[in-house]
T-cell receptor, first 111, second 115 residues
Framework: DAKTTQPNSMESNEEEPVHLPCNHSTISGTDYIHWYRQLPSQGPEYVIHGLTSNVNNRMASLAIAEDRKSSTLILHRATLRDAAVYYCIIRGTGNTGKLIFGQGTTLQVKP | GAVVSQHPSWVICKSGTSVKIECRSLDFQATTMFWYRQFPKQSLMLMATSNEGSKATYEQGVEKDKFLINHASLTLSTLTVTSAHPEDSSFYIC???????????FGEGSRLTVL
């Protein structure tokens, strides 16, 4: 599965949008882009995933570059409860569920 | 939504003892379960892949005799840390792959402290 690169940390103000970038330049055509987040002392939580088109759900939006070599997770209005480590993971279609976690981005939300 | 439960959520044990951690898929069958370990301020590290009814597949550098994994049913996998030492203190997390559609769900984690 393709490797991902994310900034180590980001800060946001409460109620403002947050854009979390992820680079995955070695992604292949059938690989899905998954985002998980991990709150302190909890297991990872699924956020969103996509293949080519932008995706929206109740938690976030995922914007995928046209060449698919990068993507951005968008939290439309950050809350204090969104403070977590966000992981961008590439998962191939043949992947049995074995996820390789990078370092992720630690998001701090300031009141 | 699908739920994966780990038990215990936290455990403290003495050095040299063995500790068993359970991972259960509460409302779905899981063909495969995965065990991760996470040290403070680090990312999750995959330890092993567990398939129901067969031997677990361990990642490079993970001692299979130290971390015993049993996956006896489609809803339960267990991780036993044998002869635990303080360096085994960590946050252990499991994930389960739903048989129906291949979706993944994570447990809430189990914190092990070895004194």
């Amino acid at each position: 599965d393709a490797k991902t690169t994310q900034p180590n940390s980001m800060e946001s103000n409460e109620e403002e949008p947050v854009h979390l970038p992820c680079n995955h330049s070695t992604i292949s055509g059938t690989d899905y882009i998954h985002w998980y987040r991990q709150l302190p002392s909890q297991g990872p939580e699924y956020v969103i995933h996509g293949l080519t088109s932008n995706v929206n759900n109740r938690m976030a939006s995922l914007a995928i570059a046209e060449d698919r070599k990068s993507s951005t997770l968008i939290l439309h209005r950050a809350t204090l409860r969104d403070a977590a480590v966000y992981y961008c993971i590439i998962r191939g279609t043949g992947n049995t569920g074995k996820l390789i976690f990078g370092q992720g981005t630690t998001l701090q939300v300031k009141p | 939504g699908a739920v994966v439960s780990q038990h215990p959520s936290w455990v403290i044990c003495k050095s040299g003892t063995s500790v068993k951690i359970e991972c259960r898929s509460l409302d779905f069958q899981a063909t495969t379960m995965f065990w991760y370990r996470q040290f403070p301020k680090q990312s999750l590290m995959l330890m092993a892949t567990s398939n129901e009814g067969s031997k677990a597949t361990y990642e490079q550098g993970v001692e299979k005799d130290k971390f015993l994994i049993n996956h006896a049913s489609l809803t339960l996998s267990t991780l036993t840390v044998t002869s635990a030492h303080p360096e085994d203190s960590s946050f252990y997390i499991c994930s389960a792959r739903r048989r129906l559609d291949g979706e993944l769900f994570f447990g809430e984690g189990s914190r092990l402290t070895v004194l």
